[in-house]
C-alpha cells in the first residue's frame, strides 16, 4: 500500500458504498446531494463556463456531479476509492448515455501521474471524510492546469453547524443518514484556506448552502457558517 492509499478511513469509504445501490433515489440516503447539485453545479459553469473544459471530480462517488458536468458539455474523469460506487456510476452512465471516464484510484497517486492536466478540478464533500485533506487540497492543486480552478466545499466547525448539520439534519429532519458526520472533522475555512495557500491556491469566492425547512429547499448564500464551497485558482506563476 502507498503512502497515498493510507490517506483514506476505510470505514469512511464502506459507509458511502453500503449506500450505492440507493446512490441515485432523489428520495434516498443521498437525496441532500441531488438536492444541492443545481446549485453547486451553476456555481462551477458560471466560473469556468465547463462546455469543452477538461474536468476532474475527486470523490465522485456514484457520479452526481460528474454526470452533470458532463451534461454541459464538459470532459470528465471522476475518481474515488469506493470500488461499489464506481461500479454505481459506470452502470447509470451507460443507463443516461452520459460520456464519464471513471477510475479507482486516490488523488495522490492520480496526481503523480496527470500533474498539470485538467481546468477545474472539484472535490465536494469528502475532505471531511479524510484523515489528511491537507494531502488531498495539494493534490488536487497539482492536478490543475495554471489559470485553473479548484472546488472544494466542506462543512464548516462550529456549534451552529453541529446543530444543523448533525443534529438537525441527521436526527431531526432525518436528511441525512446517522453517523454520516463526525464533528470533530469538520473544516474551518480558515483551515481549508491555509492548506490551499500552502498548496499555491488564491481563494477567489467562497458560497454557502442553506438549508430552508419551511420550503425544504436549498439556496445559495453568502453565510459559509454551515456548509460551503470555496473557489480557488491556481495562479499562472505558480511552479
Ligand atoms: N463528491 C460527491 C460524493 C460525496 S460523498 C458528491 O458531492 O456528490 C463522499 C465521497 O468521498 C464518497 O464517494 C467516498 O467514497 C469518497 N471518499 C472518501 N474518502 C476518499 C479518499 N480518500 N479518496 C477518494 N475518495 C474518497
Known amino acids: 500500500m502507498t503512502q497515498a492509499r493510507k490517506n483514506a478511513t476505510p470505514s469512511e469509504i464502506e459507509k458511502f ?5 440507493h446512490w441515485w433515489d432523489p ?3 443521498l437525496k441532500t446531494l441531488h438536492q444541492i447539485n443545481p446549485l453547486r453545479l451553476s456555481l462551477i459553469d458560471k466560473t469556468v463556463s465547463l462546455n469543452g473544459k477538461e474536468i476532474l471530480d475527486v470523490g465522485c462517488g456514484g457520479g452526481i456531479l460528474s454526470e452533470s458536468m458532463a451534461v454541459k458539455g464538459a470532459t470528465v474523469t471522476g475518481i474515488d476509492l469506493g470500488k461499489d460506487l464506481l461500479d454505481v456510476a459506470d452502470l447509470h ?6 460520456s464519464v471516464n471513471y477510475q ?3 488523488v495522490e497517486d492520480f496526481a503523480e501521474q496527470k500533474a498539470n492536466s485538467f481546468d477545474c478540478v472539484t472535490c465536494m464533500e469528502l475532505l471531511e471524510h479524510v484523515p489528511d485533506p491537507g494531502s488531498i487540497i495539494k493534490a ?3 492536478l490543475v492546469k495554471q ?3 479548484v472546488f472544494l466545499s466542506t462543512l464548516n466547525r462550529n456549534p451552529k453547524s453541529y446543530l444543523l448539520s448533525i443534529i438537525g439534519a441527521e436526527y431531526v429532519l432525518g436528511m441525512l443518514p446517522k453517523g454520516t458526520h463526525d464533528y470533530a472533522s469538520f473544516i474551518k475555512p480558515s483551515e481549508l484556506a491555509l492548506w490551499a495557500r500552502q498548496a499555491g491556491l488564491e481563494l477567489i469566492d467562497s458560497r454557502g448552502i442553506e438549508y430552508n425547512p419551511i420550503k425544504r429547499s ?3 448564500t453568502h453565510d459559509i457558517s454551515v456548509n460551503y464551497i470555496c473557489v480557488f485558482k491556481k495562479p499562472s506563476q505558480h511552479r
Do not use: I, K, N, P
Request: glycine share 12%; proline share 0%.
Open 17 to 21: 458504498s453500503s449506500m450505492a445501490s
Open 27 to 29: 428520495e434516498g440516503d
Open 93 to 98: 452512465r451507460l443507463d443516461s448515455g452520459v
Open 104 to 106: 479507482l484510484t486516490s
Open 140 to 142: 488536487c492543486a497539482a
Open 147 to 149: 489559470d485553473g480552478y
Open 218 to 220: 436549498f439556496s445559495m
